[in-house]
């Protein structure tokens, strides 16, 4: 009996401390800030992947990067995957390293893969992809839309 309720307390504190840690996650904070649409892509594009970069038209000290996730401080990303011809992709501000939230218009470089690649350059030819350049971008509080422009 005297084994069972110790066998019994470890179980309990046990989930306490795992309760105590899942309920004291980072908070994070739901806003539309920070991303980037993008509509046009041809439909052989479904399933490709893309990041891309770009910077605030007239002021080219605020520079962004896309992507579907990204860890500034590792520098650890996930490309987007185009589905039905569009792709959305969140904005970080690689200066402040927190999703874009200003507003104005931006000039960015799309990188598209065939595949995800396992690390992605800036030249996706590499991959059997394409670099689409010079897509302008209106951003309104942090949120940006683009079409691809016809070829």
Not at 32 to 53: C, E, P, Q, R, S
Not at 65 to 71: Q, S
Not at 91 to 107: H, I
Not at 145 to 150: L, Q, R, S
Request: aromatic content about 12%; hydrophobic content about 40%.
């Amino acid at each position: 009996m005297r084994n069972f309720l110790k066998l019994f307390g470890v179980i309990a504190l046990t989930a306490l401390i795992g309760f105590s840690t899942i309920s004291c996650g980072e908070d994070i904070e739901e806003t539309a800030a920070g991303k980037l649409i993008i509509t046009g892509f041809d439909f052989a594009d479904n399933g490709f992947y893309v990041w891309a970069n770009g910077t605030i038209a007239g002021d080219e000290t605020i520079y962004l990067f896309a992507a579907k996730t990204f860890r500034p401080n590792t520098d650890d990303i996930a490309l987007g995957e185009i589905k039905n011809q569009r792709i959305t992709l969140s904005v970080w501000n690689t200066t402040t390293q927190k999703l874009f939230s200003g507003s104005g218009d931006a000039v960015f470089n799309l990188y598209v893969y065939s595949v995800e690649p396992v690390d992605p350059k800036p030249d996706p030819t590499d991959d059997g992809g394409r670099t689409i350049s010079s897509i302008t971008v209106t951003f309104t509080d942090g949120v940006g839309v683009a079409e691809i422009p016809a070829p």
